[in-house]
Nanobody, 124 residues
Framework: QVQLVESGGGLVQAGGSLRLSCAASGRTFSSYAMGWFRQAPGKEREFVAVISWTGGRTYYADSVKGRFTISRDNAKNTVLLQMNSLKPEDTAVYYC?????????????????WGQGTQVTVSS
């Protein structure tokens, strides 16, 4: 069992930066792949980024590639999402998720545990 708690969301102007953090409980955190998803009002929850259990592999949605960076610290049970050059279309609730298979996967249904989400609002 893994419990996830996101933090770091807020209001930022276009072009600004935010860093989201996801704190995980559970001794098996280091064996899970970790992903970030987001959901804008009236839209489906969509994949943003994923990192393998070792941190050696990452994968990003095309819409955030080159602007967002996912990382993890297994000693601290934490996964981060550094978001730079933010755009109004990045506005959404951002969710942290854990995948027990530890692989690089992008489908919402493939993830086993979810946090409650943190709101990110980018003003133009």
């Amino acid at each position: 069992q893994v419990q996830l708690v996101e933090s770091g969301g807020g209001l930022v102007q276009a072009g600004g930066s935010l860093r989201l953090s996801c704190a995980a409980s559970g001794r098996t955190f280091s064996s899970y792949a970790m992903g970030w998803f987001r959901q804008a009002p009236g839209k489906e929850r969509e994949f943003v980024a994923v990192i393998s259990w070792t941190g050696g592999r990452t994968y990003y949605a095309d819409s955030v590639k080159g602007r967002f960076t996912i990382s993890r610290d297994n000693a601290k049970n934490t996964v981060l999402l550094q978001m730079n050059s933010l755009k109004p279309e990045d506005t959404a609730v951002y969710y942290c998720a854990a995948d027990r298979t530890s692989g690089i996967r992008t489908m919402r249904a493939e993830y086993d545990y979810w946090g409650q989400g943190t709101q990110v609002t980018v003003s133009s």
